[in-house]
């Protein structure tokens, strides 16, 4: 993973989250620094600040791609105008994320982008004592049929697929009901609710867990 | 869609030759204009004068020579007595005479130094055609044949004619021409000057009135005075931007107020919550709370600066309005999807009805019809029912119904419910959930229906429940964006 980035704060915390979760990686400060080691050295792929010193995200983006190379980019911006954000993707730039932005957000933006492409159709996944039928939808939990919505299956199928990842609300909403605007409504802890009290309250073992101010994960947790 | 930007750029004055002055163009053409007209019409003088001068000169000459000719071929007179008669000193003095045979000898001259040579004539039967030697005498000369009795003997007759006074005539008209023509000009730059200072006075005026525009007091600098017709519409265009940046200056003004606002509560909490955890050593797992909750405010920070920045930001039609033909229908059911599960717990029907189609932004659409449904939610008890009707309106038009069969609002508060932060009295602002709302979901819905040039209209009855109409005007009648 590059990381550029100029405020040292940001690159700090994004940095250490990245190594938190598995990553590896590497920080530039400045522009051209960033667009050198992105030349020289190989990543899966880079965080991109628009606002950089000597050379701006936008030149190092545009260099990136005029020399043929698609390694993923994802931008981070403090300024979210509308000419902004199209510039940036119709430069080449696989996402967009506003400051400020929730490192979780990030951290599943970057994983969904890594995904694309390479992701295992998975038909029939089981963990624990859950068993999720995709084709057919269908969830049974401990050899139990459990009665969901198509929306309830949907939510459980996406925090399944993306289990251990911390999910935000927004993304859950995005995913789900194709709603990209943040709300403020409180209706994704709503379903989650109900979908937990279908497959999480009747049994001991609880699979989907709340992170505070984050948003929900699906892991087993040992106890 | 991307035309913020090109507006962010100076106009740029692409043909420099035009950047004149206006004051020395309008005077240049108004010389121009004179010129030609006071130009034109002495040079048609000039050449009446000269063609009926030329006329008369040609008349006389004529004349003169079928007069010479009859006299010579009258039988009862002698050529010789012809010649006495010309050569007397009675005879006209502007006449030249001269005389050949057939073999060019000349017979006879009426004796004047000046008159043009044998050759200078012009044939017999042509023309007659003017001579004259530098600064002498102008004559205008022609030749006729004449047979003289009593052997029938042929003649030649050479007249020259003295027209110098009339060229002197025309040289001095042509002389005072010029000077007419020359004081004409003169005349006419001093009033073209004059003329068109008192015709750009009023964009002298535009200008001092534009000089006076102050950012801090962005209020019309222009009416009152009466503007002439055609600086009129400039001046209200003057007027209308000056308002609109009255406006966009209100709205950022009032964006980085509220802002500053509504920052301190979460902030307060944010710093208290920190200070106090400081204050003593404690457990990981306290720390870990106070980290959770600052993450709340945090997510509540940031998504109020987004709403307010949306909503600052709405006025201009050039946001990035991205507006396609959808199914209202479907929109509406996405929606109602959306919050199926938040109804479900409180007991709410959410029912979609009607067919129409819509032409607007998805996103925007989806975004005002979710803060719409999620008041109704807010305000309906359990049992209740949230119907979102469409129907085509007059023609093009859309119109969208989210009605409840809620608690209603006062008709106190309904006039402000669209305005930001409004909060109805009787309303204690829940700030205790995770999601407490700003007061600004309406505002969003108002900014959203004026991003679409729509409009949008509550009825309620307190107890029976609320409507909110919004209206979308068709493909045709939106302005192009």
Request: net charge neutral.
């Amino acid at each position: 993973m590059l990381l550029v980035e100029d405020e040292p704060k940001t690159a700090a915390f994004v940095r250490r989250g990245l190594e938190e979760n598995g990553f590896t990686a590497a920080v530039a400060i400045r522009g051209d620094e960033g667009l050198t080691l992105a030349r020289t050295e190989t990543f899966g792929a880079i965080i991109l600040d628009i606002s950089l010193p000597v050379l701006d995200g936008f030149s190092v983006l545009a260099a990136l791609r005029e020399s043929g190379c698609t390694i993923p980019v994802i931008c981070l911006t403090a300024r979210d105008t509308v000419v902004e954000r199209v510039k940036g993707l119709e430069l080449g730039a696989d996402d967009y994320l506003v400051k400020p932005f929730s490192f979780s957000e990030l951290l599943a933006r970057l994983r969904t982008i890594l995904r694309r492409g390479s992701q295992p159709v998975e038909r029939i996944i089981r963990i624990a004592d859950l068993e999720l039928d995709l084709p057919r939808v269908r969830a049974t939990r401990g050899g139990q049929r459990l009665e969901l919505t198509a929306k309830e299956f949907n939510l459980l199928a996406l925090l399944v697929r993306r289990r251990g990842e911390v999910l935000s609300r927004t993304v859950i909403a995005e995913e789900v009901w194709d709603v990209n605007f943040d709300s403020e409504t409180n209706v994704v802890e709503v379903a989650i609710r109900r979908l937990r009290k279908k497959m999480d309250d009747p049994f001991p073992q609880k699979l989907i867990h709340t992170i505070r101010g984050v948003g929900y994960v699906f892991e087993v947790q040992i106890q | 869609m991307y035309s913020k930007s090109k507006s962010n750029e100076s106009i740029v004055v692409k043909n420099p030759s035009r950047a004149w002055s206006m004051t020395a163009r309008l005077i240049g053409l108004q010389i121009l204009a004179v010129a030609l007209l006071i130009g034109g019409a002495l040079f048609f003088l000039l050449r009446t004068i000269t063609s009926h001068l030329d006329a008369d000169d040609r008349d006389i000459v004529n004349q003169q020579a079928t007069l010479l000719q009859k006299w010579f071929e009258d039988p009862n007179t002698k050529p010789s007595a012809v010649m006495d008669q010309i050569r007397a000193p009675t005879a006209d003095q502007f006449f030249f005479v001269r005389i050949l045979d057939q073999s060019g000898k000349i017979l006879f001259e009426n004796g004047n130094p000046a008159a043009p040579p044998v050759s200078a004539f012009p044939e017999s039967g042509h023309p007659a055609t003017y001579w004259h030697v530098d600064a002498g005498p102008h004559f205008l000369m022609t030749k006729i044949e004449a047979r003289v009795n009593p052997d029938n003997r042929r003649i030649q007759l050479q007249l020259a004619f003295d027209v110098t006074d009339d060229f002197t005539l025309i040289r001095q008209i042509r002389q005072s021409i010029t000077v007419v023509f020359s004081m004409a000009l003169l005349v006419s730059a001093v009033l073209a000057y004059f003329i068109t200072r008192a015709a750009l006075r009023p964009i002298q005026s535009l200008t001092e009135a534009a000089a006076r525009v102050q950012a801090s007091k962005l209020v019309s600098r222009f009416e009152g005075t009466h503007w002439p017709v055609e600086l009129a519409p400039l001046v209200r265009e003057f007027d209308a931007m000056l308002a609109r940046l009255a406006g966009s200056f209100r709205r950022l003004g009032r964006f980085s107020t509220d802002l500053s606002h509504e920052l301190r509560t979460p902030i307060n909490n944010l710093r208290g919550e920190a200070e106090v955890a400081l204050n003593r050593p404690r457990t990981p797992e306290e720390y870990r709370v106070v980290l959770e909750s600052s993450l709340e405010e945090y997510g509540r920070i940031t998504r109020l600066i987004d709403t307010l920045l949306f909503i600052a930001k709405a006025d201009q039609p050039e946001t990035g309005l991205k507006r396609q033909l959808l199914d209202a229908t479907k929109e509406c059911a996405a929606v109602a999807d959306f919050f199926e599960a938040a109804a479900a717990d409180r007991g709410v029907v959410i029912a979609v009805r009607g067919q129409a189609g819509i032409y607007c932004d998805s996103m925007l659409f989806r975004r005002a019809l979710s803060n719409l449904v999620d008041n109704a939610l807010c305000h309906t008890p359990r049992g209740g029912h949230i119907d979102l009707t469409v129907r085509s309106g007059q023609p093009g038009m859309t119109e969208i119904e989210v009605s409840d069969s809620g608690t209603g609002i006062s008709p106190d508060d309904l006039p402000h419910i669209f305005e930001r932060f409004y909060q109805a009295a009787n309303e204690e602002r829940d700030t205790s959930g995770p999601n407490p709302g700003f007061g600004l979901g309406l505002a969003i819905v108002k900014s959203i229906m004026d991003l679409h040039a729509g409009e949008v209209s509550a009825t309620s009855a307190p107890g029976r429940g609320t409507t909110i109409r919004l209206l979308f005007p068709g493909r045709q009648a939106s302005p192009t964006s």
